[in-house]
């Protein structure tokens, strides 16, 4: 498989790649042309979100597990409503009060749901490599809704489609991606993925929160945010998780702000189309100002927009297989 | 548009007054008319619930988001309800283990959660006005199910209809209001409704419970229940929520309740056909004896059926705006 | 009615049981027939999952509610998944941020919303006895889904369903029960089946956890695993549940493990095509080893799939009443 296909390939008629996988683990699995057939299905199906009856029974009768290990309220409901556009049958399980304080391991969790005949389970876990533990062990389709700091390969495959529309390639571009990259799924979904399909990425933060390792994926690493503003075409500003960062990884949230976060003054220094997206929630004030946050640039609703499209796409193509 | 409709207007044959709002957000922003033409469109709908197969496809790929940013049964359950009988698909958030947690503002939330798709919101929020200010900042449809000590206008318009389809009128009916009137939506939505409808109110509660400025709202004060009871058609007992109430508002539970809880003997003292209402849950033998809750006279479980007719006129009314 | 039915009526072609409750509150109040013919409408459902339209619209605009008092994960996503192959809709209640906080009786609850239109209600609930209370008190469907220390109803049927999937009978049958028989609904359920259907059961465990009483359900009682293997055809094993039991019931979990926990040595003691059961969630390495709860004797996901058929046949039948 060549390492890099052609983000435009959507526009030819050749016969499309059939697609083989069971699950959506992350996109470290995947070959470029596979990415790129996910994106070429979501925008099939970005029409039916527009359509007065918003429903395709194209996954009626089938049964789809939403699984969160953690909390989570915009990923969740996406998949959920992603699944009941298909007309797929919705089940739901959240860690409080359930098996798994009964001591139950994950695996079994997942094997017993599996026994009730579900055809799909959408996961969050908390434990980096969750998914590809569980894709080994059950015959359902398993989807990666984010595994600790490992992978979040659909919120990757939103923000690389929102990409793509807005700027009608990839190839070529130059994305920064800023803030907490050490303990980003995010991250590291995206990078993989704009790398293979061609882009450039750089990532910007202080180094408490940029390991060095980082560039081993490929990447170029800044600690300062004003150098990198004129050179690139997509700004991803990651959520600062205040409720994850135990320590002191930077001096203060006001510091933080003054020298990584986006504001009108830094968007003036930046190509007149960058586009400035942020996978939220947003911290307004901190990461990013509501002026940037809510402006002509900025395409963070989109990129919401787009992820149903997205996660319609992956949904639809492991029931297929 | 007149300060008073009939009420009986439901039975004309000419043309109805053709709804124009895309939310409901209160009583006090309505007419009387389209307080009597939401009436009148959920005695079509109540027949929907006697059905064998109680669905209608009228709402079909419309998708109705539940945010229940304050915890509830009853209110969210009716409307789940008469989401799905009129075949909406409904997706829900509460706001705990959320991105309320994270930081994020309601309307953030709201406009991301729009962002996927969604048709109409259903919103109970502990601020008073939040969905009058989410009405303006978003596209899709906003329904108030109970904003802090504001409105609950559903809770007020079943409870009209529960009178007109037992009293068959509302005009020219005297209704007593009894119990924690000061920090209650119910009573605050009741008030208004009632008047725009030609009804007489009398508020009835220990002086700290009913503040002076009450009157303003067109309706009278008596601190004394049973100086009241000889008069009215109607008597709608208040919940008192211990949960919410935090310093010593009133002597003591047993002493409200012998002050102003209803019982079999306050209830010799009124008209025979009197109307015992309570917007529930009850607390049985503090504002009502079981007696009265279960007897001929009340009709609280008459006031929850009529909840989800109610409810589906609501949604289907904003969803064809 | 017949003491004992023979559990191979269902290949005969003569007329079958005309069902005539409106709840299933325990197996305590059924004939062996009902018994049977419950086990006959669960295996034409068995089918329907395996369509690839996993769907049948039997209950098509009827409302489930599933009233969770206790937290539970798999059987209530067992009715879930249940009532959405049947095409029911469902709606939700778990007791915590609830009306129950709020001070309403159960009963209160359940009248309320069953004045939304709900048919069939799912209950399980901490207090023994509380689903016969309520299917005294409302006109609709109780199903008990676990009430206290009493009766687990549905649990004991796809127990007693797949005994007779893989055993071909159960008449005859000699079946042990091994664990914390005192506090177990799914052991009090499971013997009352079994002997109605013409099993015999052996209950095992410590003797403060197997009380004296319980031969009075005809059973008899054993305090050493090992004496019994090799004279019965089912074992099934109860879940140690670590979080309810208060005191020093048993001197440690090693010491439970090791004269109650079934293991690969304890198997090959056992029939060669003895039953192992396990009602989950399983605690490996406890009452169970991993070799065993994987192994070719287990039938513990088959239980659990084969629950999802017993659930339909028993929404399908009191619906029908």
């Not at 996988?21 to 992350?26: A, E, I, S, V, Y």
């Amino acid at each position: 498989m060549a390492k890099k296909a052609s983000s435009s390939s959507r526009a030819t008629d050749g016969p499309r790649l059939v697609w083989t996988r069971k699950d959506l683990l992350g996109l470290d699995d995947l070959g470029p042309e596979e990415i790129v057939h996910i994106l070429d299905t979501a925008e099939s199906f970005k029409e039916v979100s527009t359509r007065s009856i918003k429903k395709v029974p194209l996954l009626r009768g089938k049964v789809v597990a939403l699984l969160f290990f953690e909390a989570s309220t915009r990923t969740r409901m996406s998949f959920e409503l992603a699944a009941s556009r298909l007309s797929a049958d919705t089940v739901q399980f959240t860690s409080s009060g359930s098996s798994v304080a009964k001591g139950e391991t994950t695996l079994d969790t997942v094997r017993n749901i599996e026994a009730m005949g579900v055809d799909i389970f959408v996961i969050r876990h908390h434990q980096s490599g969750a998914c590809h533990m569980l894709s080994r062990n059950v015959k359902a389709s398993i989807v990666n809704a984010g595994d600790g700091q490992h992978e979040h390969p659909t919120q990757a495959l939103l923000d690389i489609f929102t990409i793509r529309q807005r700027l009608k390639r990839v190839e070529g571009l130059k994305v920064a991606i800023v803030g907490d990259i050490a303990h980003s799924r995010v991250a590291r979904s995206n990078i993989l993925g704009l790398k293979k399909l061609g882009a450039e990425v750089v990532v910007v933060g202080p180094p408490t929160l940029v390991p060095a390792t980082i560039e081993k994926m490929g990447c170029t690493i800044s600690h300062n945010l004003d150098d990198v503003l004129g050179h690139v075409d997509v700004i991803n500003m990651l959520r600062i998780q205040f409720e994850r960062l135990g320590g002191n990884l930077f001096p203060s949230i006001r510091e933080y702000s003054r020298l990584y976060g986006m504001n009108a003054q830094r968007l003036e220094q930046c190509k007149p189309n960058v586009l400035i997206m942020h996978p939220g929630p947003i911290n307004r004030g901190v990461e990013i100002t509501s002026e940037v946050a809510d402006g002509p640039n900025s395409c963070i609703l989109q990129q919401v927009t787009n992820g149903l499209a997205i996660r319609m796409a992956v949904l639809y193509l492991v029931s297929q297989v």
